[in-house]
């Protein structure tokens, strides 16, 4: 039975213990979702689930800026999920925003807002793993073996996959959405054939690059995730159209609904909320462009979304935390990339450890994310080298920056990026990211590993220590390591240089 179908507790009542509960939050085009919900041997259990209609992707202007009314929409929605979640360890909460975070031109200023009214950091994600997400929920809370097709319209961005059992084949975010294509059709609520005609154009025209990679021919069932596909889905039933199975048919009988009303605010469907009256219109057209092109002859809503595959991966990552060996999806994705772009992996590993060494001597007490983030970094700090030996940590970074990582978010994907484009050279041009004190012991482990390894071969033992006094770090090294290692002393004096000449700390040499 899944359990995930049935009505959630109010959002007055309150959990006992937050032991062995997971909460998710969707921060989304349309609505934001907060999903709270516990997995015991397998099975899921939702215990609270809240939504808002925020319609932040509507907030976008012309130079693809977020307002200021749409963004306080958006914070006053997360101080009140903050309100609920209350306690809630940390580790055991994630939040992801999508599509409408993706284009905002100033959506690092929104994000650091965003963490302040929540108590917690929001992480973008990008269309591949937004898709890929969608699909674990699918997986997980309606299992099949059979290859099914996988549809999410959310309010600017669409998801396609294809997968069998626990695992995506194929999966693509496009840019188009239920709010972004009502906006552009049906922005003054009115409803004509003209309009949708054009509105069904327009959608099909970005999906025509993916008719073969979709079609009919790979998938045996369809099924439609989220809140454009279920409000379809629950006006069919509604109206005795279907048994909540969408369908050629039933679109075409929607949309002669709406043209005959004329107008959004004239809509009166059964099982239509207010809410969704607004973007219906985008929804539909998106729906029948996707049956006409990939043959969906009946499309069935779905019993997962994204905020349940972001619930089920947070669980794979803290069982993971727990082993010792620590490993989760980013570490195949980062081995896969190291592959891909042919990175020398005995360097990369000899800088990983040297760098994890020295960071433990200056943050002892580090979170395992951090740590984990300074070893994906040496991992990957060469990847660029494939472009170009000149400048490699430039490329490096934009790599790092722009690849498709399964389980990265973009945001950590950026993260990731100033620590590679840090590695080497002065560092004025990270100067940002250096007001965040632990990307800056990170940066600084990882510079001095790079340094120590320079000559590609595993550095002398012992080591070079460091001791940490707030912003000041003595460079110890041990007994005539400076006589044996004279030009490594360069790069270790000019090193302090670089540090000295942004001040984020002083790293101060031994005496001669």
Do not use: F, T
């Given at each position: 039975m899944d359990n995930s179908r049935?009505?959630?507790?109010?959002?007055?009542?309150?959990?006992?213990s937050w032991r062995g509960v997971l909460a998710s939050i969707d921060i989304g085009s349309n609505s934001f979702r907060l999903e709270i919900g516990q997995t015991t041997r397998g099975r899921y259990r939702r215990i609270d689930y809240l939504k808002e209609t925020v319609r932040l992707g509507a907030g976008l202007d012309a130079e693809g800026r977020l307002s200021e009314e749409a963004a306080q929409r958006g914070l006053v929605c997360l101080q009140r999920f903050r309100a609920r979640l209350a306690g809630i360890p940390a580790r055991q909460l994630r939040a992801v925003a999508t599509q409408t975070l993706r284009e905002a031109a100033n959506r690092d200023a929104f994000l650091a807002r965003a963490a302040e009214?929540?108590?917690?950091?929001?992480?973008?994600?990008?269309?591949?793993?937004?898709?890929?997400?969608?699909?674990?929920?699918v997986a997980r809370l309606q299992p099949s073996m059979h290859p099914r097709l996988v549809i999410d319209i959310g309010g600017r961005s669409t998801e396609l996959i294809i997968g069998a059992g626990s695992v995506p084949m194929q999966a693509e975010s496009f840019g188009i959405g239920s709010v972004s294509l009502s906006m552009r059709y049906f922005g003054d609520g009115l409803f004509t054939e003209e309009r949708f005609r054009a509105a069904q154009i327009a959608a099909g025209a970005e999906f025509e690059e993916a008719l073969e990679t979709f079609s009919r021919r790979h998938w045996s069932e369809a099924l439609g995730s989220s809140g454009t596909a279920g409000a379809v889905s629950q006006i069919l039933a509604a109206a005795g159209i279907s048994d909540g199975a969408i369908t050629p048919e039933g679109l075409a009988w929607c949309i002669r609904a709406c043209v005959q009303a004329?107008?959004?605010d004239a809509l009166e469907l059964p099982g239509l909320k207010p809410e969704r009256r607004a973007v219906l219109g985008g929804g539909l057209a998106i729906l029948s462009a996707l049956a006409a092109q990939f043959g969906i002859e009946a499309l069935q809503p779905a019993r997962g979304a994204l905020r349940q595959g972001v619930i089920f991966d947070l669980e794979e990552r803290l069982a993971a935390d727990r082993d010792p060996a620590h490993h989760d999806l980013r570490d195949d994705t980062v081995a896969e990339l190291q592959q891909r772009f042919r990175a020398d992996a005995m360097q990369a590993r000899r800088v990983q450890d040297t760098a994890q060494r020295l960071h433990r001597q200056v943050q002892p007490r580090a979170e395992l994310d951090l740590q984990r983030e300074l070893?994906?970094?040496?991992?990957?700090?060469e990847i660029g080298m494939m472009v170009s030996h000149h400048d490699h940590h430039r490329h490096s970074a934009y790599l790092i920056a722009h690849v498709d990582a399964p389980g990265f978010s973009q945001t950590q994907q950026r993260r990731l990026a100033d620590l590679v484009l840090g590695h080497r050279g002065g560092?004025?041009?990270?100067?940002?990211?250096?007001?965040?004190?632990?990307?800056?012991?990170?940066?600084?482990?990882?510079?001095?590993?790079?340094?120590l390894c320079h000559a590609r071969c595993a550095p002398d033992e012992p080591l070079p220590t460091l001791a940490a006094d707030g912003r000041a770090v003595q460079l110890r090294l041990p007994a005539g390591w400076g006589e044996r290692h004279p030009r490594t002393l360069h790069l270790l004096a000019a090193e302090a240089e670089a540090w000295a000449r942004v001040g984020a700390l002083q790293l101060q040499m031994p005496r001669a």
């Open positions: 049935m009505p959630a507790q109010p959002a007055s009542s309150s959990v006992p009214a929540l108590g917690h950091p929001v992480e973008v994600i990008s269309g591949r793993e937004e898709a890929r997400l969608i699909y674990k929920g004329g107008r959004v070893g994906w970094a040496a991992a990957l700090h560092l004025r041009k990270i100067e940002a990211a250096l007001a965040e004190p632990d990307l800056v012991w990170q940066l600084l482990a990882l510079r001095l590993a790079v340094l």
